[in-house]
């Protein structure tokens, strides 16, 4: 009696699909649980953590120098810590937003604003790792970004954002709410 040995193609079958299968459930389970890991922000550092007054001042300030630099009219403005993660958990930074009207064309209006600001030590673009829709620039950590204001495009608005060294916790005592600092920022 003679026994011919045949390949089982069906079984083979099977076990590449499986292997792909296990593959594929691996990497979808290693992307969902890369997505949830704790990404490293390069603006954090708190080792060398700023207080609530310094977090604050290091947006205000430049933001009084922008207006006076700039010659902003129509100026209004709002302070506020934001969370550097998703979460909403420390390390926080200030934030401001400063609205302004524009005069004539909103295109060469900001660039004459972003001239005036490159004069006065700003740097033309965000800091390194950071991007921006508008027109952004920075100095000493400090981010300031230029855009029409949506609601209403006679007024632009400047987003200055400070870095993530604040690591009070303002997740729940309301500091992450606007405050007007207007009459800060048209004082001169």
Request: negative net charge; hydrophobic residues 35%; contains cysteine.
């Amino acid at each position: 009696m003679i026994i011919c040995s045949m390949p089982n193609t069906i079984t083979k079958g099977r076990r590449r699909w499986l292997r792909q299968a296990l593959l594929a459930a691996v990497a979808v389970a290693v992307s969902l649980l890369g997505g949830c890991a704790r990404v490293t922000n390069p603006y954090e550092d708190s080792a060398h953590p700023l207080t609530d007054d310094q977090a604050m001042a290091q947006v205000v300030e430049p933001a009084k120098q922008i207006v006076a630099a700039a010659n902003l009219q129509g100026v209004s403005g709002g302070f506020s810590f934001a969370s550097c993660n998703d979460q909403g958990e420390p390390p926080y930074q200030g934030t401001v937003a400063v609205t302004f009207l524009i005069h004539g064309d909103p295109d060469a209006y900001f660039q004459q604003v972003r001239t005036a600001l490159i004069a006065h030590g700003w740097n033309d673009g965000p800091l390194p790792g950071q991007h921006y829709h508008g027109t952004a620039l920075n100095k000493d950590g400090v981010t300031a970004n230029m855009s029409l204001l949506p609601a209403d495009h006679s007024y632009g608005q400047i987003l200055l954002d400070g870095q993530c060294r604040n690591t009070t916790d303002h997740h729940h005592d309301g500091k992450t709410t606007s405050i007007n600092i207007t009459d800060q920022l048209t004082a001169r």
